[in-house]
């Protein structure tokens, strides 16, 4: 009877042992495939960015090499560009209060992972309003 209730425990303790290392690896796992991303990585993802994403009716300035500046822990600015680093999103305005049409412009998007493993940026919103 001890014998039996022994062998009974060990293999309890075997299968959580099991279950609990196989939870381990899949995170462990999905940690390596998104690495941090970094100032330097959204300023060469949106200097590389497809402009045609943001369509012909939204007036927004093309990204520059210009320095990076940063606001606060998360988030950082490259000209007009505000990104939030720990979020992945970035977003630019333009107003043009004088402008008959298009006064008010606005580009939103995220940053993602290419199967490359290099960041890219991808429009999410791009609105354009009287």
């Not at 039996?4 to 690896?25: D, N, P, W, Y």
């Amino acid at each position: 009877m001890f014998r039996t209730v022994h062998t009974a425990m060990v293999i309890g303790l075997l299968f959580m042992l099991v279950g609990c290392e196989g939870q381990r690896q899949e995170k462990d796992i999905g940690e390596v495939r998104q690495p941090p991303h970094t100032a330097d990585g959204a300023k060469e993802a949106l200097l590389s960015m497809d402009l045609r994403q943001i369509g012909p009716g939204v007036l927004v300035p093309m990204p520059k090499n210009d320095p990076i500046e940063i606001d606060n822990a998360d988030e950082i600015s490259i000209g007009a560009y505000h990104c939030n680093l720990k979020e992945r999103t970035f977003q630019v305005n333009a107003e043009y209060p004088n402008a008959h049409r298009h006064k008010f412009n606005r580009v939103s998007g995220v940053f993602e992972l290419s199967a490359h493993g290099k960041w890219v940026a991808k429009v999410t919103e791009a609105v354009s309003g009287h």
